[in-house]
């Protein structure tokens, strides 16, 4: 689905420091949009409701419901969001576009039913102190975010990228604003104000999808027939996101690192923050990230592919393969080059930044390996982004699972040898998947020719 990447090329031929510029500032925001300005609202909310919430640790368990909200909601929807993603992708490749919006249809109402059912349980159970407006806000807080997820997969799709940049800079305002507007209410007004915010979200990008997509019927479920089914991409979108996030439930969960906050929701401060920093130093390789992959080596795949399907000479053919497999390597180093950048730019400012927000500056050791974990884990992305391109799910499938594997064990490693190597556990099982799937890519690169003629 690269339908962004045909406006980006069109930026980076005007060949102007400008229209560099507007590139990767339109693509750092659209490929890291919600994670990032999530964390941004997150904290720019706690920070400017200390002087109006009172006790102050309201606006923790704010914090930590909607760290939960965002967590579960990307873990639920993970089996969905690659499995939906490749039925859009081969029906727009078929012409048949007509298909996508009345199984857009079935894949929100599915996810909404599921995301509501499971939610309304764990509400009715798990919160008996709390109020019944603050139940029913997560419970819908968690539908909507479970909703953004699915939305979310057009957006690489769609070619309105000024659209998609605003939509997702207004809905985020507003979800400042909102819990601003209403954090005198104490816990529920912030997350009252969080909700809507999130729901306009919501609405924004449904009414982008509209516009892009239209259907004969309103309603369709070829999405789940056994035809379209990619179980591979399922397990892959569970695990992906369930390997993200396994280190900090076992933080919070943990007898040394975790506290209790509200109802059956644990955090650990002592790992949490550093974790969230990090994740902010992500956007210029995520940047790099979506403009190399969906401008140059997209350009060069289809090259590949068009010279095999149209029958051209086997010198013109390996000629389109050398020149793919170049910008591959180019790109991802690109990638490590800016990765790496931003991370020496936030180890040289995280002292400043920790004493900023008030931190002590014992979390700087977690930090900085928090931010190589975060590094690690766009080259990770990059990787595996084009072993989907060359649709070797069964290779993402292997090192998504041994990353969920490596990130489980070592992390409880690092918890019984202590606080000195607390989060050296998802940084060296990302960094163990990732020299893993360098290896494979490189081999499976050298073989293309002839995988892609006799294991068809």
Excluded at 48 to 54: D, I, K, W, Y
Excluded at 254 to 276: K, M, R
């Amino acid at each position: 689905m690269a339908g962004i990447g045909f406006e980006l090329r069109k930026m980076l031929k005007r060949d102007s420091l400008l229209g560099l510029l507007r590139a990767y500032t339109y693509a750092g925001i659209i490929s890291s949009g919600p994670w990032i300005l999530s964390i941004v609202g997150i904290l720019l909310i706690g920070i400017l409701s200390l002087p109006f919430v009172v006790p102050g640790s309201l606006i923790t368990q704010f914090q930590v419901s909607v760290t939960y909200l965002i967590a579960v909601s990307l873990i639920l929807t993970g089996p969905l969001q690659l499995a939906f993603t490749r039925f859009t992708s081969d029906r727009l490749f078929e012409k048949r576009d007509d298909l996508i919006l009345p199984n857009y249809h079935a894949v929100s109402l599915v996810m909404t039913l599921v995301a509501g059912g499971l939610g309304l349980l764990f509400i009715v159970f798990a919160f008996p102190q709390q109020s019944a407006i603050y139940r029913l806000l997560m419970l819908a807080g968690f539908v909507v975010m479970a909703n953004i997820w699915i939305a979310v997969i057009f957006l690489s799709g769609m070619k309105q990228y000024k659209a998609i940049v605003w939509i997702f800079l207004v809905g985020y305002t507003l979800t400042v604003l909102l819990a601003l507007l209403f954090n005198r209410l104490g816990l529920e007004g912030l997350l009252l104000g969080f909700v809507t915010g999130q729901l306009f979200l919501l609405i924004g990008m449904a009414a982008l999808i509209y516009r892009n997509f239209s259907g004969r019927r309103f309603l369709s479920f070829e999405v789940f027939d056994k035809r379209f089914a990619y179980p591979s991409l399922m397990l892959i979108g569970l695990l992906y996101n369930l390997g993200i996030w396994l280190d900090k439930f076992m933080f919070w969960y943990a007898p040394g690192t975790g506290q209790q906050v509200i109802g059956p929701l644990n955090a650990s401060v002592i790992y949490d923050i550093p974790v969230f920093l990090a994740y902010l130093g992500i956007i210029p390789g995520m940047a790099v990230f979506l403009v190399r992959i969906e401008t140059d080596f997209v350009e060069y795949y289809d090259a590949f592919y068009n010279a095999v399907r149209g029958g051209a000479s086997l010198e013109h053919i390996e000629d389109m393969r050398n020149t793919m497999v170049q910008t591959i390597r180019a790109g991802l180093y690109e990638i490590v080059k800016i990765q790496a950048m931003a991370a020496l730019v936030l180890f040289a400012v995280g002292a400043a930044v920790l004493r900023a927000l008030q931190i002590s500056e014992l979390y700087l050791p977690l930090l900085y390996v928090d931010t190589i974990a975060a590094s690690l884990q766009v080259v990770f992305l990059g990787v595996v982004n084009i072993f989907f391109y060359l649709d070797r799910r069964r290779v993402v499938l292997a090192l998504t699972a041994a990353f969920v594997a490596l990130n489980g064990v070592l992390t409880w490693i690092t918890l019984q040898l202590g606080p000195a190597w607390y989060g050296y556990g998802f940084a060296v099982s990302l960094l163990l998947v990732v020299m893993a799937s360098l290896v494979i890519l490189d081999r499976k690169l050298d073989r293309l020719e002839y995988e892609t003629f006799m294991l068809q």
